[in-house]
């Protein structure tokens, strides 16, 4: 059974936690492949509201094999955390698996990320602090902690005490911080290990069992395309390896590429992003505002999952979008929180750029360039109706069904969901990528 994949195709925060907890049931393997503690996702089910950062999302179904792979960057302290969380809470965590190929952030990666950031002042580039960058940056450098050395005791002595002599060498003589004590790390990361022993496993073989018996399988990306390494706002994005595109699925949980067979993006009907770089269609007056504090009271106002930090806040950016819907090679379009516009009595699209005089359809990568462009518009009537208990396509306001079809137009890839809400229910689903169509 072809694999189908939940891809961010924004700066993040499109709401891929809320697609992939609907998606999911109608799959047995769920499986994250990418980024670290850093990414987030935000459920609201039956249980209540979540923020998860490292447990896949379909954890809730308490019967769905739930996969973090070897993509993934683990905070321990972030991953324990959820998991007592969701205990505590209810939440049947047994059916969780870790791969012992993923990399564990480890104290100096938590350190260096911050001294680092400190360090480049205003050339920061935003990140939230929590040592995933720099643990990518160790897994390419072949200077890694991997979860299965968490298990064997004597090997991670070994292997910590020759990796924080070098590391504390660079925090103490580079960045002028404190070193780190081996004894502190041995023994808080054998507590790590024993905690999470009975999880961690090969998960590739899993997930390839579960393919080679025909078993649905949703591979969960993190973060977004425009953040991805080579194809994102460098140098403003994020350092995780897999990529943060479809195609890093594959390497990121194990499987081979011709097993992926649909590609899920999911775009909010506006743009935010969280950290410094290019946002060409940024809003600094009242209706970026008005974006921003959308549902603030009941905690679904653009603040970030993970730190908290306000959104940077936009209308739709057409161009970028048309950008990842061909990266990631779309087959379905999942589109969020088209209810936050009902407050607009017009709304936008960026549909090209102008870049000193001349209209282009791609951002330069040049950052100086990009920090000229000016997006052209095409304004659209707004509906100025609620539509949070709308479940029917054809029971929307004529001009929100008239946004959604121009941006399918502009992506060339079908919408086949719309959320109109945080709640599981509140969505329109026009085509049901398992099955039959719905309209």
């Given amino acids: 059974m072809p694999a189908t994949v939940v891809i961010g195709a924004q700066w993040g ?3 891929k936690g809320r697609v992939v907890d609907f998606f999911a049931r ?31 999302a379909g954890i809730f179904y308490g019967n769905k094999s739930c996969i973090i792979g070897n993509g993934v960057a ?18 049947d965590t047994s059916q969780l698996m870790i791969s012992d190929r993923a990399h564990v952030v480890m104290p100096w990666h938590v350190a260096i990320d911050k001294l680092d950031e400190a360090a480049r002042g205003a050339n920061a580039i935003g990140t ?11 897994k390419t450098a072949r200077l890694g902690v991997r979860t299965g050395d968490l298990l064997a005791a004597d090997e991670f002595d070994e292997k910590v005490r020759f990796i924080l002599e070098y590391k504390n060498r660079v925090i103490t003589k580079m960045y002028d911080g404190d070193p780190l004590r081996f004894e502190d790390i041995r023994d808080e990361y054998r507590e790590y290990g024993e905690r999470l022993r009975h999880y961690i496993t090969d998960t590739a073989t899993v997930v390839q069992d579960a393919h080679a018996r025909g078993e649905q399988i949703l591979l969960e ?4 395309s425009l ?35 649909r590609v899920v993006g999911v775009y909010k009907a506006y743009q935010t992003r969280v950290g410094n770089g290019p946002m060409p269609t940024e809003l600094f007056d009242a209706d970026g505002s008005a974006l921003r504090d959308h549902g603030i009271a009941q905690g679904t106002g653009e603040y970030g999952t993970t730190t908290g930090r306000p959104r940077r806040c936009g209308w739709f950016d057409g161009v970028l979008a048309r950008q990842t819907a061909r990266l990631n090679g779309l087959t379905s379009v999942a589109l969020t929180r088209l209810d936050v516009l009902a407050q ?34 095409e304004e659209l009537p707004g509906w100025k109706t609620e539509i949070t208990d709308v479940r029917k396509l054809g029971d929307l306001p004529t001009e929100a069904r008239q946004y959604v ?15 109109v809400g945080p709640e599981r229910d509140q969505a329109i689903v026009t085509r049901d990528i398992f099955g039959s169509a719905l309209l």
């Fill in 74 to 91: 683990i905070l321990p302290t972030t991953l324990i955390g959820e998991i007592t969380m969701l205990e505590e809470r209810g939440v």
């Fill in 405 to 419: 079809r121009r941006i399918e137009e502009i992506l060339g890839v079908p919408v086949d969901m719309i959320s």
């Fill in 344 to 377: 607009f009595d017009r709304v936008k699209i960026c549909v090209a750029y102008e870049l000193d005089g001349e209209r282009i359809h791609a951002l330069p990568p040049s950052l100086a360039a990009s920090a000229r462009v000016q997006p052209v518009y």
């Fill in 26 to 56: 109608n799959c047995t393997v769920i499986a994250r492949y990418s980024a670290g503690s850093n990414a987030g996702h935000t459920i609201v089910n039956e249980r209540g509201r979540f923020a998860l950062h490292l447990v896949p």
């Fill in 128 to 138: 939230t602090g929590t040592g995933t960058g720099p643990a990518f940056i160790d």
């Fill in 227 to 261: 953040l991805d390494l080579d194809h994102g706002t460098y140098p403003y994005v994020t350092s995780s390896v897999p990529s943060s595109v479809a195609a890093g699925a594959c390497v990121g949980v194990g499987l081979g590429p011709t097993a992926i067979r």
């Fill in 13 to 15: 925060d499109e709401g």
């Fill in 221 to 224: 990306g993190a973060q977004g």
